[in-house]
T-cell receptor
Framework: DSGVTQTPKHLITATGQRVTLRCSPR?????VYWYQQSLDQGLQFLIH???????AKGNILERFSAQQFPDLHSELNLSSLELGDSALYFC?????????????FGEGSRLTVL | QQQVKQSPQSLIVQKGGISIINCAYE??????FPWYQQFPGKGPALLIA?????SEKKEGRFTISFNKSAKQFSLHIMDSQPGDSATYFC????????????FGGGTRVLVKP
């Protein structure tokens, strides 16, 4: 158990809909990272938050947004969903900006868009 | 663009054999190279990591070899066991980009008993 909690574990929705994925980092971790894992593209970095502030953006679509709240949990919002958004979405946390590089991953949220 | 290239995509090895996974990178700003192991239904978990000032690091049956001049690094799994069957990801950290990790495409390893 990594200590990172993601909900929901599974989500099935229709094209055009909007969903919110939630992540609770390990106790004390200030950084939260979101990654998308699809079959053909491995783990793609989406966005990084540190203590409530956005720090880095990857190839995150404009239809996607995220935020980190004062209690350090994070939410990833996916809107106007398309079939191609079906993937596993992972949240990871780490201790601080100057961390050793170890990210602790949750078990992911599997999104299926029909 | 794929900044970290990983090969092979999959490999099958007999129990007791050696599994070798290779990664190559281009960004010279990368300063930390971890390997993650992922079992089905689970998130990736750190397996072993190396810094570019070291050419080799060994932890139990797992060894990372690092060639800074060639910008390549590899994972060797010695005496592979069925419990090692998993997907392995190499990664690289860009400290200047908020410590985010860029992952390779993953290698699915199957160890046959």
């Amino acid at each position: 158990d990594s200590g990172v909690t993601q909900t929901p574990k599974h989500l099935i929705t229709a094209t055009g809909q909007r969903v919110t994925l939630r992540c609770s980092p390990r106790s004390g971790d200030l950084s939260v990272y979101w990654y998308q894992q699809s079959l053909d593209q491995g783990l793609q970095f989406l966005i990084h938050y540190y203590n409530g502030e956005e720090r880095a953006k990857g190839n995150i679509l404009e239809r996607f947004s995220a935020q980190q709240f004062p209690d350090l949990h994070s939410e990833l919002n996916l809107s106007s969903l398309e079939l191609g958004d079906s993937a596993l979405y992972f949240c990871a946390s780490s201790v601080a900006r100057g961390n050793t590089g170890e990210l602790f991953f949750g078990e992911g949220s599997r999104l299926t868009v029909l | 663009q794929q900044q970290v290239k990983q090969s092979p995509q999959s490999l099958i090895v007999q129990k007791g054999g050696i599994s070798i996974i290779n990664c190559a990178y281009e960004n010279t700003a990368f300063d930390y190279f971890p390997w993650y192991q992922q079992f089905p239904g689970k998130g990736p978990a750190l397996l072993i990591a190396i810094r570019p000032d070291v050419s080799e690091k060994k932890e139990g049956r797992f060894t990372i070899s690092f060639n800074k001049s060639a910008k390549q690094f590899s994972l060797h799994i010695m005496d592979s066991q069925p419990g090692d069957s998993a997907t392995y990801f190499c990664a690289a950290r860009d400290k200047a980009a908020g410590n985010k990790l860029t992952f390779g495409g993953g290698t699915r390893v199957l160890v046959k008993p």
